[in-house]
């Protein structure tokens, strides 16, 4: 059993930029496919970014791509993701998971473990 733990959230200005850190525990990073998602008041849970269990291979949603930034350190069992150039539109919360498998996903289904989420909330 994978337990996640995210941490990093923050309220911030438009244009800020924040890291994210989810440390796992009862399992190493590297037997899992990784992502992020993140769910704003009134909507459904969405991917907005994810990540092999090498690392090798990374996938971002359209919005995300090109300020948001996936990475994982295995020694440290630790997933992060760097949002940068942050807008209102990023205000959600922002859940890791894990899923079985090598590849990255971006379905939430293929994800058996969620960390409990934290909260980003970027004001203009």
């Known amino acids: 059993q994978v337990q996640l733990v995210e941490s990093g959230g923050g309220s911030v200005q438009a244009g800020d930029s924040l890291r994210l850190s989810c440390v796992a525990s009862?399992?190493?990073?590297?037997?899992?496919?990784l992502g992020w998602f993140r769910q704003a008041p009134g909507a459904e849970r969405e991917f907005v970014a994810a990540?092999?269990?090498?690392?090798?291979?990374?996938a971002y949603a359209d919005s995300v791509k090109g300020r948001f930034t996936i990475s994982k350190n295995n020694a440290k069992n630790t997933l992060y993701l760097q949002l940068s150039s942050l807008k209102p539109e990023d205000t959600a919360v922002y859940y890791c998971?894990?899923?079985?498998?090598?590849?990255?996903?971006?379905?939430?289904?293929?994800?058996?473990?969620w960390g409990q989420g934290t909260q980003v909330t970027v004001s203009s």
């Open positions: 998971a894990a899923a079985y498998g090598s590849n990255w996903y971006s379905q939430s289904y293929r994800y058996a473990y």
């Open positions: 009862g399992g190493s990073f590297s037997s899992y496919g």
């Open positions: 990540i092999s269990w090498s690392g090798g291979s990374t």
